[in-house]
T-cell receptor, first 117, second 112 residues
């Protein structure tokens, strides 16, 4: 149990376009989901906390108008990279946990590799 | 200074050897410590978690936390080629579940 699915697994887009990444909890409901970004050979950096039915909370230095997060249901959070540029190319990963589990229960999606050309 | 420091490796060991990994951190508020394994182009998967100081063993894996030194370790006994991956340490303060601070990850290569 506790499976998190991300889609797409990879995407290539042109500079200036927008890309939407989906994060779904397949067998549990998640009030909160987290979005991370990982550059090659670097650690995962928390970008934002996605809260069902309310606005996302962004970490310092993350542009909320560039990285739009929508947590419309208890099983789906989306991250939209708007007006993407080559420097946005990275590996984006989401995580979530069932509400009845502690911190050990966080499951990560398989990630989305975004390449902006 | 990064909040969590981890040697990126690569760390190459022969099959059957003990793999020793470690992280240091600066934030004394961290209470929960996790080790994740990440294969290339995949999301991290949880291997071990510990609360506060102490040791924890699970099969071939042993996690140690020394809060006084702000130092955590992961040992993998009888290493196998399938253990070849990047190992990430992660930490969080008591009330910030999900908001983990990750190390950069150590790449481990176990050679047959």
């Amino acid at each position: 149990g506790a499976v998190v699915s991300q889609h797409p697994s990879w995407v290539i887009c042109k500079s200036g376009t927008s890309v939407k990444i989906e994060c779904r909890s397949l067998d549990f409901q998640a009030t909160t989901m987290f979005w991370y970004r990982q550059f090659p050979k670097q650690s995962l950096m928390l970008m934002a906390t996605s809260n069902e039915g309310s606005k996302a909370t962004y970490e310092q230095g993350v542009e909320k108008d560039k990285f739009l997060i929508n947590h419309a249901s208890l099983t789906l959070s989306t991250l939209t990279v708007t007006s993407a540029h080559p420097e946005d190319s990275s590996f984006y990963i989401c995580s979530a946990r069932p509400n009845d589990r502690g911190g050990y229960g966080y499951t990560f999606g398989s990630g989305t590799r975004l390449t902006v050309v | 200074q990064k909040e969590v420091e981890q040697d990126p490796g690569p760390l190459s060991v022969p099959e059957g050897a003990i793999v020793s990994l470690n992280c240091t951190y600066s934030n004394s508020a961290f209470q929960y410590f996790m080790w994740y394994r990440q294969y290339s182009r995949k999301g991290p998967e949880l291997l071990m978690y510990t609360y506060s100081s102490g040791n924890k063993e699970d099969g071939r894996f042993t996690a140690q936390v020394d809060k006084s030194s702000k130092y955590i370790s992961l040992f993998i006994r009888d290493s196998q080629p399938s253990d070849s991956a990047t190992y990430l340490c992660a930490m969080s303060v008591t009330d910030s579940w999900g908001k983990f601070q990750f190390g950069a990850g150590t790449q481990v290569v176990v050679t047959p």
